[in-house]
Structures are given as C-alpha cells and as structure tokens.
C-alpha cells in the first residue's frame, strides 16, 4: 500500500505498511480501485458529454462524489462495502462505455476500460493503480492535491444533496477534474486546475451552507451543556444534521436522551434542534478520544459521516456501536439508507440504546458557540467598533481538525499564550483544542468565536470579507486577520484552497505540512501564497500580531 493523503502520514512521507489510522493494506488497495473506477466513470462522462452524448451526469457525478468520499480518511475500513463500492462503479461505467462506443474520437485511458467481477483480481489490479503509478513527482503531487481536495468538495456536495440542494457546475467540475486526472495536462494547466477547485470548494461550502440554514435555520450564539442526564442515551458523531434531525425525531418519547459528538457539536447552535428536550448536549471532544469516551458513555453511538476509528479489543461498544451513510466498519451493525420519502430506521439504534446505563459524567458546565456568518454580521458593529477603538487588535483564525499528535498542543498554547486583545475565529473539530479554556471576552464578545464544522470555515470567509467592505480595504489580507491552521483530512485540504482562492496569503499550516506536496509544488505555494509551516508559539503570536 501506499497512502499519504492524511496530517498523520508514517514519517511526514506516506504509510506503506498499514496506515496510521488503522487502514490495512487491503482496504488502502480497495479505496485506490476504487478511485482508478471513478476516474474512468469521469473520463466517459467528459468525452461523452463532448460528443453531445446524454451521460446522466448529475447521476454520475453524485455517484462519484458519493465514492470519493467513501474514501476519506477515517470512513469506511470494511473490505465487503468497499468490494461492493468497486462493483458498483463497474457495472455505472460499463453503461456509460455503452453509451460512448463507438461515438467519441481518440483512445481511453485504461480506468476507462478496465473491467472484472473477480474480487481476487480487483486486489491485483489495485497494486498498479495506486497513487505511485504516477512515477513524475511534480505531476504526482498536483494530481493528487486534486483530488484530496475534490475529495472535500465531494463531501460538502453530498451533504448539500441529501437536504436536497444541489448545483449541478459542481457535479460537472467533479467529473472534468477527475477526468483531468487521466490525461497529458501541462504544469500550468495542472494548477490552474487546482486552483479552480479551490472556486468550487467556496461553491460547495456556499451551497451547504443554504441547505444547512434553509433546513435548520441560521445558527445563533448558544450556550451547550457538557453534563449529562440520568436517562439512557445515543451519542451522534459525524457531520449529517439530516441523521440528527431523524434520531431526535424517533426518539421523542421512548426515555432516551441524544448526545452530540465531535464534529456534530454545533448542530446544538441551529434553532431547529433547540425544539427537541431530548437533545442534552455534547459528550466529550473530537474523534481522535472516541476509544475511550464512547466506553464511557455507556449507551449507543451512531456514526454518520467520518471519523470512526478502529475500535480496540478491550473495547466493549463494538456492539452498541452503529455506522449509517458512507461509513462501514466490519462487525458493526449499519442503518440503511433512507427510501424516497423515508426518514431513516433508527429503531435498533434506540433500542439498543434502552438497554444501557446513563452516560457516565466525564466534565460538567457549558461552552458556547454558534457564531456563523449570519450572527457574527448581526455583531458587525459591536465588533467594527472593537476594532476601531483598539480594544480588538487582531483576529487569529485557528480553523481545521483535531488529532492524536502531541505537536497539537500547541494550538492549546497559542490560544492560552495569545494577548487578550485577541479574537479567535474557529470552525471544525480543532477548536477542541482551546473551546473550553477559560479566555473571556472583550466587551462582550468572546474571544473564541465557534462557526461550527469544518464546512462552515465558509462563514469565517464571508465574515473576513464583509470586515474588507466594511473598513473600505482593496485586498483581505490587508485586514488584521492571522491563519493558523491546524489540518488532518481532506476536506481541510479543500478549505485550504478555498483561502487560496479568495486569495488569503501568509497562511500557517500544521502540525506539519503535507505530504503530497512535492518540494516543486511547495515551492510555488510558498511563493503565489506564502504558505508556511507552523513554528513555536511564541515566535508565531510575535509574528502574527505583526501581521508578518
């Protein structure tokens, strides 16, 4: 195997062996099929599209945004789903190779032709197809910060589709960029098309983004209990609100309270939730501790999106421990998706849940969030005036994931070490790192201002750029705005060339930079952008409050 598409990456160069998330060989083999499959579904919608041919693209691009994501670290480790995945992409290319024959001039790439039903030939053709078949570096490295990146455009795609939302640009980028994956593009070429997806990583946010606030209402500053209950409860982990929404819906009345997890902490801000007293709260911090707290919350747990991580022998949730959506884990039981006009089943998920003993109390108190767009824009002039008076000096936006690595801390320690005149902008599961250390406020804003999830980084965007409307500035990077970035997954990787995009320079990124940027790509990031690794605390906040 050869993975190197996560922050944890086995010596900064790439796992070879097992991933470091828990990937075995065979699964990392599968996902790389998987993908080659993908490739040459794009590839026959592109030529097919050319030639005027009707491919059902939205179809197949939601399919292939459906398998991208499938693929994302922490998702799915379950040989028999990912087997069926590769299956599935024959069977779509083969309709679409029927399509196209004898219609399209010039040759297919082999992804586009490929075809078996023999499970012991999907591992052989696995080990040639992987990201190493590309031997040029440089070209290596742009192809696969592509679809890295695609990868979280994909995901926010079809989080958008199942509230139904839905753009169909996007759906066509998807394909033109995997298909472009295939084919002799120039250096050039090749990051002009990384930089587009960049455009429709915004895009997919933007999109989201509506689905999220037409379901559930704009997010509104909200104060969450970390305490628990005295009644059985369900933790919910992941990113789909949509889940959420179901499970509270099914659970109203049965004695059963729902806990949020992770990334699924600021459903607690949308007004839709506040409906429900059976949503308690959140349960513990992000993925990475989920061994230990999903023993201690004692109850069921349901993962919805990424990141389940591999459950340890002495672990004794396995069986009350549930997958739905993308996400498969061998041995544990997975709640089908939804039939049309059908909310999903989560009976066993409840009745799983009846059986168990309340959660154990692992903190107490409140954290408070819920500072999108919308509600940091209805703040404008308090926080206009802030910056005005100088009781505001800086914004330091510290967005992106949580993980394992000690070097983590020191996130922690700029948010503890930053002058109080200071305001942290944050969205994903990094804000774990310092949303509950005690850092006040300024005049009454607090110096930690939570959009949500990763996808909602949107918000910071909008937010920056409004501050650039207001205070009458020509480029963002001339307001008092930081980017200290702390990454993990892949949809980082697509918020990251988001900023690009928008054209945010000086960005920090940590803890340390990826790997699948070759030296000569690096080398042109540092110089268009000013990307820079993360130092130590101190030299950073001193560089920072500089505006360097």
């Not at 839905?166 to 070429?189: G, R």
Request: glycine share 8%; with cysteine.
């Amino acid at each position: 195997m050869f993975c190197f598409q996560c922050q944890e990456t086995a010596k900064g160069k790439g796992c070879t062996i097992r991933g470091m998330c828990g990937k075995e060989e065979n699964i990392a083999n599968l996902q790389d099929l998987l993908i080659f499959n993908l490739k040459g579904i794009s590839l026959l919608a592109k030529k097919g599209k050319e030639a005027g041919i009707d491919m059902g693209a939205r179809d197949a691009a939601l399919f292939v945004a459906k398998g991208l994501f499938t693929t994302i670290t922490n998702v799915n480790f379950d040989n028999d789903d990912l087997v069926e995945w590769v299956r599935q992409a024959q069977k779509l290319k083969k309709e679409l190779k029927a399509k196209v024959e004898g219609k399209i001039d010039g040759d297919l790439d082999d992804s586009a032709l490929w075809f078996s039903d023999k499970e012991e030939e999907f591992h052989e053709k696995a080990k040639t197809v992987g990201v190493l078949a590309t031997e040029n570096e440089d070209v290596r490295s742009l192809r696969e910060l592509l679809i890295i990146g695609l990868k979280g455009v994909a995901a926010y795609a079809d989080h958008a589709a199942i509230l139904g939302v839905e753009k169909q640009e996007i759906y066509d980028f998807i394909l033109e960029a995997m298909a472009s994956t295939t084919e002799n593009l120039s250096v050039d070429e090749m990051v002009a098309m990384v930089m587009k997806a960049g455009d429709f990583a915004v895009q997919a946010m933007a999109v989201l983004d509506e689905a999220n606030t037409t379901a559930y209402g704009h997010p509104e500053i909200t104060e969450v209990n970390i305490g628990v209950g005295d009644k059985p409860g369900i933790l919910i982990s992941g990113h789909d609100l949509k889940d959420l929404d179901e499970l509270l819906q099914q659970t109203q009345g049965t004695g059963v309270d729902v806990y949020t997890h992770g990334e699924m902490l600021p459903a607690n801000y949308y007004p839709a939730f506040k409906k429900y007293d059976n949503l308690k709260g959140n349960y513990g911090s992000s993925w990475w501790h989920q061994n230990e707290e999903f023993e201690t919350f004692n109850g069921a747990i349901l993962m919805t999106t990424n990141c389940i991580i591999p459950i340890k022998k002495k672990n004794t949730y396995k069986d009350r421990i549930f997958t739905t959506g993308v996400v498969a884990y061998p041995g544990v039981k997975h709640i089908a998706d939804r039939e049309e006009g059908k909310a999903k089943d989560f009976s066993s998920v409840i009745e799983t849940a009846k059986k168990c003993a309340p959660p154990k109390e692992i903190e107490t108190g409140k954290i408070v969030g819920g500072f999108a767009h919308n509600q940091v824009l209805a703040l404008a002039d308090k926080v206009v005036d802030a910056v005005k008076s100088g009781a505001v000096k800086r914004f330091i936006v510290m967005a992106g994931c949580d993980g394992r690595q000690k070097s983590r801390g020191y996130f922690t320690e700029v948010a503890e070490k930053l002058p109080k005149d200071t305001i942290i902008l944050t969205a994903g599961c990094a804000k774990y790192r310092y949303n509950k250390l005690d850092l006040g406020d300024i005049g009454g804003i607090p110096r930690v201002l939570d959009a949500g999830q990763c996808n909602d980084s949107y918000s910071l965007a909008l937010i920056a750029l409004k501050l650039k409307e207001v205070f009458e500035l020509d480029d963002i990077n001339d307001l008092p705005i930081s980017f200290d970035i702390g990454w993990y997954e892949q949809k980082a990787v697509a918020v990251l060339l988001a900023l690009l995009f928008l054209g945010v320079k000086g960005i920090r990124l940590g803890p340390t930079l990826p790997a699948f940027v070759s030296p000569a790509v690096l080398k042109v990031l540092v110089e268009n952008f000013n990307i820079k690794a993360i130092s130590d605390p101190d030299t950073d906040i001193e560089a920072m409050m500089q505006g360097k």
